[in-house]
T-cell receptor, first 113, second 113 residues
Framework: QKEVEQNSGPLSVPEGAIASLNCTYS??????FFWYRQYSGKSPELIMF????GDKEDGRFTAQLNKASQYVSLLIRDSQPSDSATYLC?????????????FGKGTLLTVNP | DAGVTQSPTHLIKTRGQHVTLRCSPI?????VSWYQQVLGQGPQFIFQ???????GRGNFPDRFSARQFPNYSSELNVNALLLGDSALYLC????????????FGSGTRLTVV
């Protein structure tokens, strides 16, 4: 089982719709959870981070974390064409004094005008 | 404030050669980590450094090494380059190992021929 798995894409939504991106992780010791956005040919850009169970909202973005189910999601409301990018879920796994930021493969989102 | 800076931006090397990639973190950030990203995949963790000490190592061969300097900048070295080392190499900095997300530099595109 891969450490971080994301829902297979690509995902296509119309402009103004809600885009839902999902991620599961295998290590129950995972402590911090991140969503990054990566445009083609660019480096990842942090959108949100979440540490505690529940929802965290920032503008049009909502991250949801359920540690019991080892599940983290990202909702994008009122999707815009500029949201078209690859979305990467990332998890920090701590082993002793070692920290490892592990990424999923990414989900390509296309928002159609 | 300057973000994370990486140099060079692009590099072409021949198989068997050695390469050194450099990274300067955001001012005040004490943690630097390195990632390799090939097309269509999420970034793969290579190393994590905090306060000049190695705090994590990914599943990469010993040909990969890194260090962090007293000013918190970092170098990634790769010896005996293989064609498969061709990738985008990303550096990220953060306040500490868990601190609020990692900010990525623009990356170094390495091509091994």
């Amino acid at each position: 089982q891969k450490e971080v798995e994301q829902n297979s894409g690509p995902l296509s939504v119309p402009e103004g719709a809600i885009a839902s991106l999902n991620c599961t992780y295998s290590d129950r010791g995972s402590q911090s959870f991140f969503w990054y956005r990566q445009y083609s040919g660019k480096s990842p850009e942090l959108i949100m981070f979440i540490y505690s169970n529940g929802d965290k909202e920032d503008g049009r973005f909502t991250a949801q974390l359920n540690k019991a189910s080892q599940y983290v999601s990202l909702l994008i409301r009122d999707s815009q064409p500029s949201d078209s990018a690859t979305y990467l879920c990332a998890v920090i796994v701590v082993g002793g004094s070692n920290y490892k930021l592990t990424f999923g493969k990414g989900t390509l989102l296309t928002v159609n005008p | 404030d300057a973000g994370v800076t990486q140099s060079p931006t692009h590099l072409i090397k021949t198989r068997g050669q050695h390469v050194t990639l450099r990274c300067s973190p955001i001012s005040g950030h004490k943690s630097v980590s390195w990632y390799q990203q090939v097309l269509g995949q999420g970034p793969q963790f290579i190393f994590q450094y905090y306060e000049k000490e190695e705090r994590g190592r990914g599943n990469f061969p010993d040909r990969f090494s890194a260090r962090q300097f007293p000013n918190y900048s970092s170098e990634l070295n790769v010896n005996a380059l293989l064609l498969g080392d061709s990738a985008l190499y990303l550096c990220a900095s953060s306040l500490d190992e868990l601190g609020g997300g990692y900010t990525f530099g623009s990356g170094t595109r390495l091509t091994v021929v």
